[in-house]
């Protein structure tokens, strides 16, 4: 029973060396295979072996606890009573060992797990945020593109502003010359106008002259 615990308690202290010591791939291989035993009938059976184990040590501190109080009442205890103390309390204390071992052994599994887990996330969460920066260096990118798109057509909406008022600038010089033209035009109808009423008069009157002449003569 002795040696099964000694055996039982290397080989715990080895799998918490491991869990607690990176050495190459034997970490995740022992996380791997601690994954197993907790899938199926394996956490049955554990809590069954640690049960017992503590159905055993409970009876080995009773039997410690006898051995005292029959020693305490004798004054003294024999050899056969001091080899079953020591050999109880040695099996008590490698069953607490281990027991108290495996405990720790589970925990350390435990938050072994999570803390893959939260590094799977962070490398996700790292993905995500070296995405989102890609995201917003491509934003920036086409901010400042359009920004200089915008600039272009200010530009070209400024030139088209400058061409329009000068086409307005010509439009209506060109309607003060055809204004002033039209003025001439109207001015020199007038005037020709005159000239005809003119004519008409200087016609009637020469037909007057003519009229008045013949009648001298006749």
Known sequence: ?????????????????????????????????????????????VKTIAGTMSVILLSSLMSIIKIQNKGAKLGTMSPM??????THLLEASLMGFTLFLGFIIDRMHHYLQKLVGLRSNMGASKEELERLRKEKTQLKEK????????????????????SLKKVKLESEEKNRKVETA???????????ADLLL?????????QNL????LGYKG
Do not use: C
Not at 151 to 158: A, T
């Open 143 to 162: 901010e400042e593109k359009a920004s200089k798109e915008l600039k272009l057509l200010q530009e070209e909406i400024s030139k088209l502003s400058e």
């Open 198 to 206: 003119e004519y008409d008069r200087l016609l009637e009157d020469n």
């Open 1 to 45: 029973m002795i040696q099964l615990l000694f055996l039982v308690l290397f080989a715990e202290g080895i799998v918490a060396l491991l869990l607690l010591v990176k050495i190459g791939p034997l970490r995740e291989l022992v996380i791997k295979s601690l994954d197993q035993l907790k899938m199926g009938k394996g956490p049955a059976t």
């Open 182 to 192: 039209e003025a001439h035009v109207a001015a020199l109808q007038k005037q020709a």
């Open 210 to 213: 003519q009229n008045q002449a």
């Open 81 to 86: 009573d001091q080899v079953l103390w020591r």
